[in-house]
């Protein structure tokens, strides 16, 4: 048991610490740093341009979307240097996020299942960040019930066109290419009838709608598709076998990890140790270190059951569903945090105040967490992964399992 | 990085739950629980023969010199079997208080004698209620006699010796406190069970009057060695807690697939599956905390007294939490005697305690983390 670096790890962690050092983007390095969730934007820069200009730099280098091939724009790196890149990136890497879809599912269901000539073209640009991807699965009918979508893909020759609504889809809004996921077959059951595409979200027919969130801020957006046309050659995977290519990108999801997940608990430890109450410093508050200490271990769980999973990756295993619990454990606890932020600051800050740098922190992560516990699966969901993949418990039962799809009810009531 | 057992330790796990399935079924363990002796004798001894007792302790001394690694995983099994022996009190708290503290010669009395499973230990430093503080000290010594009461006294019945804190001076500091070697079986001592909420491994009253005893380590010292021993004790009964905790969610789990009701396996219903799910996500994040214990433990680092707390919190909260709800799961089946959940509920409830509580290990945090944060 050992937290070192394998002599080869130390060369490519210090070949990394330096190129970073003398490249990234260090004018927005404290800005980037104290950004938590749901705030990360740039006061006098935009951010959408600062993002592209540090990916492409680093596709200049060699030094993004590591563990791709080479053809593909990528390194060719193991799993485990991959993860010493995001330790060294450290606040720059928040820079990435509006590259995760695209590097993390779209990218890897390309490789799987697209043609080689389309493999060469879209992909390079995709790592480098000049196109930007995204993934449109959710429909307003099948969120966590992703196989129950609507959209239809119907055949016209060589051409298939789309009609149907996809919503929660990020970054559409400035997104280049997209999978998107299709019916073919209405008359099998649910999961038979499914079909992948990718297409330019240029294409005539797609229409973008930001959708205003709780926070005010717009990362999500309905899309709509009239009478878009998808050549055949844009398919990924067989007609019909939309789903198993689906499970594919999704899986895919998992790989991301050792990024390290927010929790809410270092913004609000640090918070604590500087705050005065009524009654003298909040850390030396008894109420409020019960509450600092019972976080305190939930963060370190998640940090060393990462650091438990990367040893796994390093030694060639593959990470299975048990990384669930990082998103199911930091969701509800980022918003108990922010909450507790903003109740230490009592009713002064409801409406901002002299405290507002910090209060404005905290209010943007209270407003923006929710998400947390629902994008890419909601707790309920990550539960049903626990129970039924790492415990072995029975899958729910699934009433519209063998009910061929136009046959299953469309409202409760 | 490494951050996992190593292949022989994981060999080293394997064989030991092995021996533990074999030699401490929950039969074994009820005949403790039921009062008819006060812990198995049987297995201690083959805990000795196996060398687990001594994995921890040097060759020099009569032990296996493997290391607290091994000791970790040892004592993991040592928490899934809920084992009725002095094993925490014994091992991780006299013996380490003898490998920190002792001379040549007491470690060459007492070391070898606990690996070979001939002298039971335990750590008297409990007086009445309350955690652990140098104030709460009222057992005095002077002149190499010791008076007072302590109690509880984890396995103070049966234990042959005990190291014991006691008050040998008044400046109100922590250097007031210092630890002395007794041999329970000598005059002047006095012992009374008392009756407890985990009767598998049994508490006492220690009554000193006039009792000879040894200083341990340099007097005036007894309170940092005491914070040494702890934090490393801490460590240790993680790995247990994560045990028993596994093994009451493994229980739940069995239940939930073998029970059925309104037509269906309990674990189908998402309110069964989804609390069986909660405490594996609490079992998980009990585990990885404290496997960062088990390396400050091992490598000696810096990080210990902040990680064994970090370990400790989470542990007993995953216990805690597993022990419970194996019996909700479980329904009014797991209420009853005959059924083993009790026996973790009552192991999982006793050892939040048997360091110092809850609170007092959350205080040790975030104490520990301001200075760390301050450095």
Redesign the interface.
């Given at each position: 048991?050992?937290?070192?670096?394998t002599p080869q790890?130390a060369e490519f962690r210090s070949q990394a610490r330096a190129w970073i050092a003398a490249n990234a983007p260090t004018q927005y390095e404290e800005e980037l740093r104290k950004s938590s969730l749901g705030r990360t934007q740039l006061k006098n820069a935009d951010i959408l341009e600062v993002a592209k200009a540090w990916q492409k730099k680093k596709a200049d280098a060699g030094w993004a979307c590591l563990h791709w091939p080479k053809e593909y724009g990528g390194r060719g790196s193991s799993p485990?240097e991959r993860v010493i890149w995001q330790q060294e990136e450290g606040p720059f890497g928040k820079l990435s996020h509006m590259f995760i879809i695209g590097h993390g599912m779209c990218g890897p269901t390309m490789m799987a299942f697209a043609r080689e000539e389309h493999k060469r073209k879209y992909l390079p640009p995709l790592a480098s960040g000049e196109k930007v991807w995204c993934q449109l699965f959710s429909e307003p009918a099948g969120g966590s019930d992703v196989a129950g979508l609507r959209t239809r893909a119907e055949k016209d020759g060589d051409e298939w066109v789309i009609n149907g609504q996809k919503i929660w889809t990020s970054g559409a809004h400035y997104s280049d290419y997209g999978i998107l996921l299709t019916r073919t077959d209405p008359t099998v059951p649910k999961h038979k009838g499914l079909t992948m595409f990718f297409l330019d979200m240029k294409s005539p027919g797609v229409e973008v709608r930001p959708i205003k969130q709780a926070s005010g801020a717009s990362d999500f957006n309905e899309v709509y598709f009239t009478n878009v046309r998808i050549p055949d050659h844009q398919r990924l995977g067989e007609v019909n076998d939309g789903w198993n290519v689906s499970l594919t990108t999704l899986m895919n999801e998992r790989m991301s990890i050792g990024a390290g997940v927010a929790t809410g608990f270092p913004e609000l430890?640090d918070y604590c140790?500087g705050l005065m109450l009524e009654d003298g410093p909040a850390?030396e508050n008894?109420a409020v270190?019960?509450k600092?200490?019972?976080w305190?271990?939930?963060a370190?769980?998640?940090?060393?059951?990462s650091?438990?999973a990367?040893?796994?990756l390093?030694k060639g295993e593959r990470p299975g569903p048990?990384n669930s619990?990082g998103k199911?454990?930091a969701g509800s606890m980022i918003q108990d945090v922010a909450a507790y932020a903003l109740d230490l600051q009592g009713a002064g800050v409801i409406s901002g105040s002299e405290d507002a740098e910090v209060a404005g922190r905290f209010q943007a992560m209270l407003l923006r967490a929710p998400g947390t516990r629902v994008e890419g699966g909601t707790d309920?969901i990550?539960?049903?992964i626990?129970?039924?993949r790492?415990?072995?418990?029975?899958?729910?039962?699934r009433v519209d399992k063998d009910v061929p799809f136009n046959k299953i009810p469309t409202k409760g009531r | 990085?490494?951050?996992?057992?190593?292949d022989d330790q994981k060999q080293l796990r394997d064989q030991a739950r092995k021996f533990l399935t074999e030699k401490c079924s929950p039969k074994a363990v009820r005949v403790v629980l039921d009062g008819k002796a006060p812990y198995d004798s049987e297995l201690w001894k083959g805990l000795a023969d196996m060398g687990f007792l001594g994995v921890a302790i040097p060759e020099e001394f009569g032990g296996a010199g493997a290391g607290h690694?091994e000791l970790c995983v040892i004592a993991e099994e040592m928490g899934r079997a809920n084992a009725p022996v002095p094993f925490s009190s014994t091992v991780y708290l006299a013996a380490e208080a003898l490998l920190i503290a002792g001379s040549d010669a007491q470690k060459k009395k007492w070391l070898p004698a606990i690996a070979s499973g001939e002298a039971i230990g335990t750590l008297a430093l409990f007086e009445g209620k309350g955690n652990p503080s140098p104030k709460s000290i009222k057992v005095a010594a002077s002149n190499g006699v010791l008076n007072g009461v302590k109690k509880p006294v984890a396995d103070g019945a049966i234990a042959d010796f005990a190291v014991v804190a006691a008050r040998t001076g008044t400046s109100g500091r922590d250097s007031d406190i210092s630890l002395f070697l007794v041999d329970l079986r000598g005059g002047g001592v006095e012992v009374k069970n008392l009756t407890n909420l985990d009767p598998t491994r049994g508490q006492a009253e220690i009554t000193f009057k006039d009792c000879k005893a040894e200083p341990l380590g340099a007097p005036g010292e007894g309170w940092s060695i005491l914070t040494q021993v702890l934090d490393r004790a801490a460590v240790l009964c993680a790995f247990e807690q994560v045990g028993g905790a596994d093994r009451a969610?493994e229980m739940g789990?069995d239940y939930?697939?073998d029970r059925i009701a309104f037509g269906?396996?309990i674990?189908?219903f998402?309110a069964?599956?989804?609390m069986?799910?909660?405490m594996?996500?609490s079992a998980?994040?009990?585990?990885?905390?404290s496997?960062?214990g088990?390396?400050a433990l091992?490598?000696d680092a810096a990080e210990l007294p902040e990680a064994a707390a970090?370990a400790r919190?989470?542990a007993t909260?995953a216990f805690q939490h597993c022990a419970k709800n194996n019996i909700q799961v479980h329904g009014g089946m797991g209420f009853t005697w005959e059924f083993d959940c009790h026996m973790y509920y009552r192991r999982a409830n006793a050892m939040a305690l048997g360091l110092g509580s809850l609170?007092y290990?959350?205080?040790q945090?975030?104490d520990r983390?301001?200075k760390k944060?301050a450095a």
């Open positions: 048991m050992n937290f070192d670096d790890e485990i430890f140790s850390i008894a270190r019960s600092l200490a019972n305190a271990v939930k370190s769980g998640l940090k060393y059951t650091m438990r990367i040893s796994a390093s048990e619990i199911l454990v309920e990550m539960r049903n626990i129970a039924e790492v415990l072995g418990l029975p899958g729910d039962i | 990085m490494n951050f996992d057992f190593s690694l969610l789990r939930a697939l269906r396996q674990g189908s998402q069964v599956k989804h069986l799910a909660d594996y996500v998980t994040l009990a585990r990885s905390n496997y960062y088990a390396w091992s490598t970090a919190i989470s909260q609170t290990w959350e205080d945090l975030i983390m301001r944060n």
